[in-house]
């Protein structure tokens, strides 16, 4: 008796919705915001545009997902960063962190694409908001769990608007050059040591140890 083949098995919808997220970053690193579409996903993905429609009525849908897988890969190296040991003072962890986001900027174009590029998506856009304020919170608990902070101004969140400003430069970078150059990646970096430098003494006393 021949033996029946298994039933193949159906995708679960995490699967699916990762396979769309995928095809869209693929598609975005290689030909941008403009070019995208519905069916050219669906097409990427090799599933029927039915199946796209399901899970993300509109494009922009499929965008703010993948940004949102976008900011955990972000705040991942942020705390990686934390957990590791670090010799040096403030200036040069923060010049270690910068650089740790500039270089997934640069190893991740759709990331850039997203984030950095032209764009005027208003659900992307906001939600990056939304999280640089989670990042600045990390970030400046990134710091106290190395330094003893001065008392800083409740009124502005200094850590949140050193990353905006630093990624608003990499933005005019990303968009003048389709790529973050070496130059403008130095000039973003010191302008968060310089910003933060405003608030925070060169020597900070470590937390001393339990």
């Known amino acids: 008796m021949t033996a029946r083949n298994p039933p193949k098995r159906r995708a ?3 699967e699916r919705i990762e396979r769309i997220l995928d095809a869209t970053e693929t598609l975005l690193g290689e030909q941008g915001l403009t070019e995208l579409s519905m069916y ?3 097409e990427q993905a090799q599933i029927p545009p ?3 429609y399901h899970f993300f009525p509109q494009v922009g849908d499929v965008l703010s997902a ?39 900027y640069q190893a991740n174009p759709a990331a850039s694409e997203l984030l950095l590029g032209a764009h005027e998506l208003a659900a992307v856009r906001q939600a990056d908001r939304q999280h640089d304020l989670q990042l ?3 970030f ?26 630093a990624d ?9 050059h389709g790529r973050l150059t070496p130059p403008m990646c130095r000039e973003a970096t010191r302008l968060v040591i310089g910003y933060l430098g405003v608030y925070l003494p060169v020597v900070l006393p470590p937390v001393e140890a339990p």
């Open 50 to 52: 039915s199946s796209v």
């Open 168 to 176: 608003k430069l990499l933005a005019v970078d990303y968009q003048q």
């Open 66 to 104: 993948l940004a949102e897988r976008v900011f955990v890969e972000l705040d991942a190296l942020l705390q990686e960063q934390a957990e590791l040991a670090h010799e040096g003072g403030w200036p040069a962890l923060v010049e270690r962190i910068e650089a740790r986001f500039q270089s997934y």
């Open 12 to 14: 679960s919808s995490r």
């Open 40 to 42: 050219a996903i669906a």
């Open 136 to 138: 600045g919170q990390r």
């Open 140 to 165: 400046r608990e990134c710091l106290e769990t190395r330094y003893r902070l001065p008392h800083l101004p409740h009124e502005v969140d200094i850590f949140t608007l050193a990353l905006q400003a």
